[in-house]
């Protein structure tokens, strides 16, 4: 009512569209899809959990395999989330680091977590890095997957590929593995790897009622796709411990963006995985969780 209230008062009318964007940038809450591991609710007085975030494209089950790996290696509760506009999230126009921070934000309240080990790849580890020089009393530890916090490379490869998925035709499909090779054919015009089409396709679904969907917003992430790529400016500092595991094939933590990195995470650790590309975490799934088991039992402790 207060708001309202100024709103009716006001005879400025552009800053009243100046404080209704960013209200609605930054009260624009959906539902935030999740899955613990070891399944079931979290426990109190348990060592301190690990919160996982996918990248663009993605979801929560991608992770499915190493989140419990990491669970039973680590003999801690791990969390794995679905971005908005992602996976069995709810869809907003609207997605950027500031708003993925306050959903995460918003599920640690809602678990009663008070402090977590935040790990995100790609758009996820831009997220984390985010929360981190956000709420730095909230995170114990950080790992960042193959991402940095400047523009990431492939920005307009992105955009292409959530176009060629839109303009693929299938709503009058009703067989996914048709809609798959259907739209599989469209992304080789703009994709030519075979491993990345199969992931684009992962986000292909139908309902009991047998119609196909996209679960990914894609709408969303053509008109976001500037926010997606680029990082927020913040003044502030992570201090406590961090690793960075890059790809040795990726330019996605590219020597020009270390600097940037010392200055917002000064104890930063940054580590490469041989042969690896953009998908680290898949393409060197033992290596990967070794080097997350290490950092975790250096930083934590066994327990």
């Given at each position: 009512m207060i708001f309202r209230r100024f709103i009716l008062r006001s005879q400025n009318i552009s800053q009243?569209?100046?404080?209704?964007?960013?209200?609605?940038?930054?009260?624009?809450?959906?539902?935030?899809?999740?899955?613990?591991?070891?399944?079931?609710?979290?426990?109190?007085?348990?060592?301190?959990?690990?919160?996982?975030?996918?990248g663009l494209f993605g979801s929560k089950s991608n992770w499915r395999s190493l989140a419990k790996r990491i669970a039973l290696e680590t003999k801690r509760q791990v969390v794995t989330l679905d971005a908005r506009n992602h996976g069995e999230s709810g869809h907003d126009p609207k997605?950027?680091?500031?708003?993925?921070?306050?959903?995460?934000?918003?599920?640690?309240?809602?678990?009663?977590?008070?402090?977590?080990?935040?790990?995100?790849?790609?758009?996820g580890g831009k997220t984390v890095m985010c929360f981190a020089l956000s709420k730095p009393e909230r995170v114990s530890s950080l790992i960042v997957v193959d991402t940095a916090p400047v523009i990431s490379p492939g920005g307009k490869m992105f955009k292409l590929?959530?176009?060629?998925?839109?303009?693929?035709?299938?709503?009058?499909?009703?067989?996914?593995?048709?809609?798959?090779?259907?739209?599989?054919?469209?992304?080789?015009?703009?994709?030519?790897?075979?491993?990345?089409?199969?992931?684009?396709?992962?986000?292909?679904?139908?309902?009991?009622?047998?119609?196909?969907?996209?679960?990914v917003n894609l709408d969303a992430i053509i008109d976001n796709v500037d926010d997606i790529c680029s990082?927020?400016?913040?003044?502030?500092?992570?201090?406590?411990?961090?690793?960075?595991?890059?790809?040795?094939?990726?330019?996605?933590?590219?020597?020009?963006?270390?600097?940037?990195?010392?200055?917002?995470?000064?104890?930063?650790a940054?580590?490469?995985?041989?042969?690896?590309?953009?998908?680290?975490?898949a393409d060197k799934p033992e290596e990967f969780l070794q080097k997350v088991k290490e950092f975790i039992h250096s930083t934590h402790g066994e327990s």
């Open positions: 009243v569209q100046i404080i209704w964007r960013n209200l609605s940038d930054y009260q624009r809450n959906v539902n935030i899809a999740y899955t613990i591991y070891p399944e079931g609710n979290l426990v109190k007085n348990q060592p301190t959990p690990v919160f996982v975030l996918h997605i950027n680091y500031l708003l993925m921070r306050d959903d995460l934000l918003r599920m640690m309240d809602a678990m009663g977590v008070e402090k977590a080990i935040l790990l995100g790849h790609s758009m590929y959530a176009e060629e998925m839109k303009n693929a035709d299938i709503s009058s499909i009703s067989s996914l593995t048709e809609a798959r090779n259907k739209v599989g054919n469209a992304l080789k015009a703009v994709v030519s790897d075979v491993g990345i089409q199969q992931f684009l396709l992962t986000n292909l679904t139908q309902s009991e009622n047998k119609t196909i969907a996209w679960r990082f927020p400016e913040f003044a502030s500092t992570y201090d406590r411990k961090v690793l960075f595991i890059g790809g040795s094939d990726s330019e996605h933590i590219h020597e020009s963006a270390k600097p940037i990195i010392r200055k917002l995470f000064p104890t930063a940054i580590e490469y995985i041989s042969n690896a590309g953009h998908w680290v975490h």
